[in-house]
């Protein structure tokens, strides 16, 4: 989306960046001193050769392990049901192979110089404890590209369909429209028709 936003801005109309980077990886040589260190990525990947499996990693600040979920969607961790479903999603996305590859593109792509072409209206939606995605990294796209907007929600979850997805929803609709409808409370009801 950062790519297409920049080279070809007449395209796009508007961009929302929600819980991403145009780097993840920290290059204090550059001046970038956001995101994980180059080390603590590369055990990753060394480590994690199998995407499908789940996987734990360990932060140099915190010594705690946290595998895959617990990661990504932490507030679905103790969810059996859905840690069934990831596995199974995870199994069928790709082979292992091509798996390891799109996640090594993904961890080592660097965009910044893409950022000051962008001159679409942008969004960018960020969770606060991010801790697979960290939420400096959100903040560099707020402050490199001009006019965006930054929001910072509160949770961990870098998965955008975990945690308190309302709050991301209201912020887009925002964005995008000018107001907030606010949430539509369900009612279940059951209606009875008879013709005598």
């Given amino acids: 989306a950062v790519e297409v936003a920049a080279k070809v801005p007449d395209r796009v ?3 929302i960046l929600l819980g991403t980077y145009a780097r993840v990886i920290r290059d204090d040589d550059s001046g970038y ?4 260190p ?17 996987w734990e990693v360990t932060a140099e600040d915190d010594d705690t392990p ?26 069928r ?16 792509i ?22 697979f995605i960290p ?10 590209i001009a006019g965006a907007r930054f929001v910072e929600l509160a949770g961990a979850d870098a998965a955008p369909w975990s945690g308190a997805i309302d709050e991301i929803c209201d912020e887009v609709e925002e964005f995008l429209t000018d107001r907030r409808s ?11 028709f008879t013709d005598i």
């Fill in 33 to 36: 001193p956001f995101g994980h």
């Fill in 66 to 91: 946290r595998d895959d979920v617990s990661l990504i969607a932490p507030s679905l961790a103790d969810d059996a049901h859905f840690r069934d479903w990831w596995s199974r999603a995870g199994r």
């Fill in 110 to 131: 660097d965009q910044r110089a893409l950022l000051p072409a962008i001159t679409a209206p942008t969004l960018v939606i960020h969770r606060r404890d991010n801790f």
């Fill in 93 to 108: 996305g790709a082979s292992p192979a091509v798996a390891h590859a799109l996640q090594t593109a993904a961890v080592t």
């Fill in 182 to 192: 606010g949430r539509a409370d369900r009612v279940l009801a059951s209606l009875l």
């Fill in 135 to 144: 939420v400096d990294v959100g903040r560099y796209l707020g402050d490199t």
């Fill in 13 to 15: 109309t508007a961009l």
């Fill in 38 to 54: 180059r080390e603590l990525v590369a055990s990753f990947l060394d480590q994690n050769f199998d995407p499908q499996e789940h």
